[in-house]
């Protein structure tokens, strides 16, 4: 079955500390994208990685980073520098970056402070 | 500032009758507008993609677009208590990022 897989589901992270969110796809789809959900915001796109090896901050990059070492693959590391890091993360990819195509969603994680 | 506009409901609807979730956007070259639906504590899921002006139907969904006024609707005839959601209106600007409304909430009431 193709399509995107975030794990984990539930993740809670301590004062002080970096925590990784996971995202595979095997649906061959070049670009990748993180965003944030917050209760009562849009969608607001953390990074995003159009080809293998190449990655371009978002609008809320600040306090997150990422990499793209595989096209499979595009894991989020929330740092300790992001003050408030308790929202829903959704992982999603499409075909092409530079193309009209849908993106599609992984089941997202969702992150709470200790 | 690209924006993105929908009605934050909720949306009321008799079971059976037709729902109509509007949006609206700035970007006058806005190029693709997709609609996902999100049901509560879920990921948004694709339900429809439109490109050129008119209608586009897949089932019971019907997304309309109309570039000259800036507004692309989904309607949703027959509605279902299982279509009670919130739906994402994204618009692809000319600049290739997607921008995101935040969402109209719809209760289909049986």
């Known amino acids: 079955d193709g399509g995107i897989t975030q794990s984990p589901k539930y993740l809670f992270r301590k004062e002080g500390q970096n925590v990784t969110l996971s995202c595979e796809q095997n649906?061959?789809?070049?670009?990748m994208y993180w965003y944030r959900q917050d209760p009562g915001q849009g969608l607001r796109l953390i990074y995003y990685s159009q080809i293998v090896n190449d990655f371009q901050k978002g609008d809320i990059a600040e306090g997150y980073s990422v990499s793209r070492e595989k096209k499979e693959s595009f894991p989020l590391t929330v740092t300790s520098a992001q003050k408030n890091p308790t929202a829903f993360y959704l992982c999603?990819?499409?075909?092409?970056?530079?193309?009209?195509?849908?993106?599609?969603f992984g089941d997202g994680t969702r992150l709470s402070i200790l | 500032q690209k924006e993105v506009e929908q009605n934050s409901g909720p949306l009321s609807v008799p079971e059976g009758a037709i729902a109509s979730l509007n949006c609206t956007y700035s970007d006058r070259g806005s190029q693709s507008f997709f609609w996902y639906r999100q049901y509560s504590g879920k990921s948004p899921e694709l339900i429809m993609f439109?490109?050129s002006n008119g209608d586009k139907e897949d089932g019971r969904f019907t997304a309309q677009l109309n570039k000259a006024s800036q507004y692309v609707s989904l309607l949703i005839r027959d509605s279902q208590p299982s279509d009670s959601a919130t739906y994402l209106c994204a618009v692809r600007g000319n600049n290739r990022k997607l921008i995101w409304g935040l969402g109209t909430s719809l209760a289909v009431n049986p």
């Open positions: 439109i490109y």
């Open positions: 999603a990819s499409s075909s092409s970056g530079d193309s009209n195509q849908p993106q599609h």
């Open positions: 649906l061959n789809h070049d670009a």
